[in-house]
């Protein structure tokens, strides 16, 4: 054992092996293939330029564009959102704080015990990645094509739930409310309620 | 009656009227080329361009002057303050000087007054410009110089190796043109050019010449040497805002529409109009020819931005061996040539004789050029057997073994 290793010379490592072969180097090209370039140039002024003009003209993102979160709801309006967290835990940003809070007779926000009480996305630190939509496991989150997000304040850019949240739809009411009479969250989550019970619409 | 006597009978206010028209001209034109190019290019490159302020985005250059002017104005604390504060002043009052013996005009009638649109006639004219073009090269290096900076001092030093390089092929270029036309006034030169023909016909290699110089002489790609982005931050103007900054940037396009106006004047016959087209010169009281000589720098301005859209940088150690080994040697040759054939026609030689020298002449240098084998063979013999190179390098075409075979033995 000896505490210097002696540097090996390239022949010892049999790399100086390498195949040589003769190339012949090619000169400068004739001056007419060099001009060629000025062509290029010259017939790209008449093509169609490929410009969006963007603030007047929005082109259509690409269908799975990741932008702006959304959280979803029952087709009844009550929330999708349980408050598990588990979107904060898989942000790599740190982006979301969630807070849970519990159902109660009186304030059913989403179908089963819990929902999401507070629930913030933080869109300076978001990277758009959207590792938390895949851990959502009721599907409440999910990305929009939304893409214009810029402000003049930092406080703007942290999306409060109300931000956040899909508007209501045809057949939906806005929550709280009770969920459907006879129905529980399994039922929910196997898309067997399809509307408010007409009984809750008419009492607002 | 010649331009030179015309001129010398302006009355004072004439001269200051024409001296203000000369320096809006410069100024509108430095605005709408701004414009002009950043649209083209854009289009080269499948681009719109600016196309919001204004109609068209015509006001695009104008509005990013104003938004210049409210720039903070920055001295650095390292910086020579007097020097620092003349460079721009320098650089920019040079360039507009240049435009002081460029003929615009024919005979037109200006407030009344018969005269040419033409500030001044002088019978050394284009040495003039060429002198004041130079001092203009002070501006650049005393910014690099006075900035304190590391970057500014190599863009500064860069641009007046360049700057002094291009002009000798640039002054031997105009050397031709001066044999030919006997004169070096502008206004004289621009005259025999409308006797017989265009410079840039009978003196091509000359006009070449001028033109590759002077997009060296400007400091413009594929030249740019001297604000290389990617290796010099700015060049000679990194530590330069507002104002100051926006006078370097005002004495660009000025140099560059007086070095195409140069060239206008010296090879595609001034403000006449091409050959065929004569009629043309009396229409709106003779003003029509100044549109003739806005179209030829006009033309000379899309070579600048086409070359811009087309090449990219040269290496520096490429650009001078090019302003040095080519462009100086071919001038040189050339005016030799055109020397010799001014001689002989001068000394009543038969027209056959001047063909039988031009084709000499011509015949020499096909075969010299022929006798040069552009190509390049890589040297460094193979490598003998059991032979092993001392630092390996991968198998790759065209990467030929060059540091192979360095090795000791």
Redesign the interface.
Known sequence: MTDFIEPRK??ELG??????????????APLYEQAK??W???S??F?????V?YPDVKAPTAPRFHGRHQLNRHPDGLEKCIGCELCAWACPADAIFVEGGDNTPGNQLSPGERHGAVYQINYLRCIFCGLCVEACPTRALTMTNEYELADDKREKLIFEKEDLLAPLRQGMLAPPHPMYPGMTDTNYYNGEVTQAHPSQQEQN | MSTAELLGKDPGWIIAVKALIVFIICVVATLMAVWTERRVLAKMQLRTGPNRVGKFGLLQSLSDGVKLALKEDIIPAAADKVVFILAPIIATSMCFMAFAVIPMTGVVNLFGHQTALQLTDLPVGVLYILAVTSIGVYGVVLAGWSSGSTYPLLGGLRSSAQVISYEIAMGLSLVAVFIYAGSMSTSAIVDSQHQNIWNAVVLFPSFIIYVISMVGETNRAPFDLAEAEGELVGGFHTEYSSLKFALFFLAEYVNIIAVSALATTLFLGGYHAPPGLGFTEQWLGGWFTFIWFITKVNLFFFIFMWLRATLPRLRYDQFMKFGWKVLIPASLVWILIVATIRVLQQEGASRAVTIAFAGGVALLLMAISSLTDRSKKVSGAPLAQGESPEFPVPSLPHLRSISVTGGQK
């Not at chain 1, 790399?15 to 400068?28: K, M, R």
């Not at chain 1, 093509?47 to 410009?51: A, E, H, R, S």
């Open positions: 390239s022949s790399i100086n092996s390498v195949p040589f072969v003769e190339v012949e180097q090619p000169g400068a370039g000025f290029v140039t010259f790209t002024m093509k169609k330029n490929q410009t003009q």
